[in-house]
Nanobody, 125 residues
Framework: QVQPVESGGGVVQAGDSLRLSCAAS????????VAWFRQAPGDDREFVIS????????YTADSVKGRFTVSPDYAKNTVDLLMNSLKSEDTAVYFC??????????????????WGQGTQVTVSS
């Protein structure tokens, strides 16, 4: 089974950019959907963006549309989350999730089978 491993979190200023990476451990992302979720203290886990490994279809939450994108590396088996124009409300723990997910469930955390440990992103204003 594939285990996603996140890296790249940190503390940045509002307006800055940051790149997170999700690597596949113990397997590959082939035939899976890879998604990024985030969770702020006291909040539910929130869908951010997903990409279907085969085909490259991307689905983006309205809250980050135009600011966040994903960049897959098919040779390295990684999916990077590129975050631009960061805001204080983007502060959260960011998780990479993997699963075989139907389109109607892409934004549902329960649809994903494998989760990374999370990486903290803090945006100071």
């Amino acid at each position: 089974q594939v285990q996603p491993v996140e890296s790249g979190g940190g503390v940045v200023q509002a307006g800055d950019s940051l790149r997170l990476s999700c690597a596949a451990s113990g397997g590959t992302f082939s035939s899976y959907t890879v998604a990024w979720f985030r969770q702020a203290p006291g909040d539910d886990r929130e869908f951010v963006i997903s990409i279907r490994w085969s085909g490259g279809d991307v689905y983006t939450a309205d809250s980050v549309k135009g600011r966040f994108t994903v960049s897959p590396d098919y040779a390295k088996n990684t999916v990077d989350l590129l975050m631009n124009s960061l805001k204080s409300e983007d502060t959260a723990v960011y998780f990479c999730a993997v699963g075989r997910v139907i389109v109607s469930s892409l934004a549902s955390a329960r649809a994903y089978d494998y989760w990374g440990q999370g990486t903290q992103v803090t945006v100071s204003s």
